[in-house]
């Protein structure tokens, strides 16, 4: 094989390692017909000859394939052509992303040109044409917004004797189809990058396929997240979630004494005296570093959402601050005490600083955590942040399921998002009920913690 990078080492190690994963999820209306004992099985093909290609493999495994009877390959004279009338992007690109200014076809391209001559070594011309070679690979948009079964991120890949046509919703659904071949042509090495003619239907089960990032309990180099990041949206994930403050679990006060002396994380670098002090020495991140990394991921079709954990998990600002913890011994140092009113004001100050360095549409506040006994008090907080926001940025505010463990009266906005982690804080099915959104990273079947005595470090097949 040729030497390709790290992201793609992992992905390819990946697709053996997780391959029960790449069965697509039923729907409601499908699950009771659903045959688990075939589930690893090549999907059946339109055509009984058995001479038709099998069903190609790859992460997530394809929604529908028809196979043809004859092989495409890659070569010198291939061409990456884009459709001149998508080019730029379309309306609907901006619709389905919670980024502003989402990549275009021809961003996209310009990544799979890269990628291409990483894993075949042909340094292929990306045009912009209406037409295509028999050699070429055409990337297009057009296909039916209305059609529920493709979704806003489906396409259709055409693989044959006059080239291959990639042809999709929206830009994103196009680089989704890149994928696909991308996989298809690593898997390809032995047999000279040749593919097996024929077309797929493919589309994704959920809308977000998101995932969370802890970076700040540990120092992550900025590279080795753009590393993370190309893995993922190797296999189709388009949303990232980055924590960028936390510290280890803290007890309460009584029980240690010496809390403020305990690591902690902030991660991002402001130019402003007022925020720089919190910023960890050991790995932190500038506003450009932000901008040059947004620029990066959405060329990977990925969208970034940026969390500031607040009123827990916060010993970045309280070590400074230790009048801003709630002043009682049974409470924990990283708790900041919302009924103080500088507390109140620096919960705004930190986002009037930070939410500009991001395109995201969405942010989060964290929420989660916090001092049981102060539920009105956190709900309040919640709801206060969600009108701030949204008044001075024009961002949903997402948090951590947290209401089950703040018990209290005020009902928490149904515009805010929220991100179930643990039936103990938080019941998914309720809020939905009650007119949440919700996005689903339960633990433990989502959490993968290194060397947790809570949490596994590996994905359980069986689940």
């Known amino acids: 094989m040729r030497r390709v990078s790290v992201s793609l080492l992992a992905a390819i190690a990946a697709m053996g390692a997780v391959s029960v994963m790449a069965n697509p999820v039923p729907s409601k209306t499908e699950y009771n017909a659903v045959d688990v004992s075939s589930q690893n099985s090549p999907s059946a093909t339109s055509s009984g000859d058995c001479k038709v290609q099998p069903t190609p493999f790859v992460i997530p495994s394809l929604q529908k394939w028809d196979g043809g009877k004859g092989e495409w390959k890659i070569s010198k004279s291939t061409r990456l052509v884009i459709d001149p009338k998508y080019a730029k992007g379309i309306s609907l690109d901006s619709e389905h992303s919670v980024m502003v200014n989402p990549s275009t076809l021809q961003d996209y391209a310009a990544t ?5 001559k990483e894993v075949t070594g042909l340094d292929i011309t990306v045009v912009v044409d209406s037409k295509s070679k028999k050699d070429d690979i055409f990337l297009t948009l057009g296909a039916d917004a209305k059609d529920s079964t493709l979704n806003q991120e489906g396409y259709l890949l055409d693989i044959g004797k006059k080239g291959v046509t990639i042809q999709a919703v929206t830009s994103r659904g196009a680089f989704w189809g890149t994928r696909t071949l991308l996989q298809m042509l690593i898997l390809a090495d032995d047999n000279d990058f040749a593919l097996p003619q024929g077309s797929a239907r493919d589309y994704p089960n959920y809308n977000e396929r998101m995932t969370m990032h802890d970076i700040a309990r540990k120092p992550v180099p900025l590279s080795d997240i753009k590393e993370y990041v190309t893995m993922t949206s190797f296999f189709k994930y388009n949303t990232q979630q980055l924590h960028f403050n936390d510290n280890p679990g803290l007890q309460t006060k009584n029980l240690m004494t010496d809390w403020q002396t305990k690591y902690s994380g902030f991660r991002l670098k402001s130019d402003n005296e007022k925020f720089a002090k919190y910023a960890n020495a050991d790995v932190s991140y500038t506003k450009q570093d932000m901008r040059d990394y947004q620029d990066f991921i959405k060329t990977r079709g990925v969208d970034l959402i940026p969390e500031i954990d607040l009123p827990a998990h916060s010993l970045a600002f309280t070590k400074f601050h230790p009048d ?21 004001q620096f919960t705004k100050d930190i986002w009037a600083e930070f939410a500009g360095w ?14 049981a006994t102060k539920g009105d008090l956190a709900r309040t907080f919640v709801n206060e942040m969600h009108d701030f926001i949204a008044a001075n940025f024009n961002k949903t505010v997402r948090m951590w399921g947290s209401d089950t463990q703040l018990p209290g009266t005020i009902k928490i906005d149904n515009d805010i998002q929220t991100v179930h982690w643990d039936w103990t804080y938080s019941d998914p099915i309720d809020l939905i009920r009650r007119g949440h959104k919700v996005t689903n990273l339960n633990a433990p079947d989502c959490y993968l913690v290194p060397r947790s005595q809570s949490y596994e470090d590996f994905i359980d097949e069986q689940k």
Do not use: C, M
Not at 112 to 116: L, R
Not at 361 to 370: M, N, Q, R, V
């Open 112 to 116: 799979f040109k890269a990628e291409i």
């Open 324 to 344: 801003w913890t709630i002043q009682k011994d049974t409470a924990r140092g990283d708790w900041l005490d919302l009924g103080n009113p500088e507390v109140q």
């Open 358 to 371: 991001f395109d995201a549409k969405h942010l989060s506040i964290g929420a989660d955590e916090y001092d």
